[in-house]
């Protein structure tokens, strides 16, 4: 049967009226297509509007990230305090806030320590935000100790022999405010805190190597005060190994909780 045919059969229209229908007919199919198009065009319109819903939402976004420092370096009142200083900028900053807390919880009878100074940059920070307190300073001034390579060496924690001889104590305490409450222990740690008395407030262990560094955590961690914290340096760097190996060894005897950060080398922020 020809579409003529089926047409006139379906309609019942005469054969000079089909002209009729075809019309008919267009009008149908083309008001069928309008209709399509403008629901297209309506469904693009209302995408576009939300898409700008969105951009203007992160946009306001951005901007109040923006006012409130927001810093791809780290935070920081001064955004680009310590990178212009060619200083890792996330560890000092997680440092600065790390002891406002500290400040603001009202932990600030103790002492301070760092194992592993080298050239007291760290440590002269440290003692900036903390100028009071009794500070701790342990160091070879010698750079690492043979015996503490080896190891590393022997199970692949470490392959690099970094000379750390390029300092002196005098060196250190030029850099820290108020050096009269310093107390320098010379010599190999552990041994170099034998005998003494103290409750700490704020530790940085960054010796570089496994066993002056589960020495340090061992040693430190239970005479940390409730709100104090320590900062295990190099947790993420890929030369000294020992550090993680040391950290997580300690974990298995001791239930503490710790934030890794994103700084240069990866510190692990452990608080009590
Ligand atoms: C990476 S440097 C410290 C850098 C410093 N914390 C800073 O950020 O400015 C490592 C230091 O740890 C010291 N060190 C390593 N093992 C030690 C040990 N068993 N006893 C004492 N000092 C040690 C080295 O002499 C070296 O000065």
């Not at 903390?130 to 470490?158: A, C, I, V």
Request: hydrophobic share 35%.
């Amino acid at each position: 049967m020809k579409l003529k045919q089926i047409l006139q059969n379906i309609f019942s229209v005469k054969n000079q009226d089909f002209h009729k229908v075809i019309t008919f007919l267009g009008f149908k199919i083309k008001f069928k297509n309008t209709t399509k198009i403008e629901q297209n065009i309506n469904q693009l319109i209302q995408k576009e509007q939300l898409l700008n819903q969105k951009i203007t939402q992160l946009t306001n976004e951005k901007e109040s990230f923006m006012t409130w420092n927001y810093n791809p370096l780290g935070w920081c009142d001064d955004k680009l305090k310590y990178a212009l200083q060619d200083m890792d900028n996330v560890r000092l900053t997680t440092l600065e806030l790390v002891l406002r807390e500290m400040k603001r919880n009202n932990v600030t009878d103790g002492a301070i320590a760092e194992i592993g100074v080298f050239q007291g940059d760290f440590a002269s920070k440290i003692g900036e935000f903390l100028p009071d307190n009794k500070f701790y300073l342990f160091d070879t001034f010698d750079g690492f100790n043979n015996q503490d390579t080896q190891f590393d060496k022997e199970n692949n924690y470490s392959e690099i022999d970094n000379d750390f001889t390029n300092t002196t104590e005098e060196m250190v305490l030029s850099k820290i405010t108020n050096p009269q409450r310093c107390i320098i222990k010379k010599g190999y740690f552990p041994d170099t805190a034998a005998g003494l008395e103290e409750k700490f407030i704020f530790v940085s262990i960054d010796p570089d190597l496994y066993k002056p560094a589960i020495a340090a955590l061992e040693y430190f961690y239970p005479r940390l005060v409730e709100g104090g914290y320590i900062f295990l340096h190099d947790f993420n760097h890929s030369q000294y190994r020992g550090i993680k190996k040391a950290l997580y060894e300690f974990m298995e005897s001791n239930k503490i909780k710790y934030i890794p950060i994103p700084d240069i080398s990866g510190t692990v922020v452990i608080a009590k």
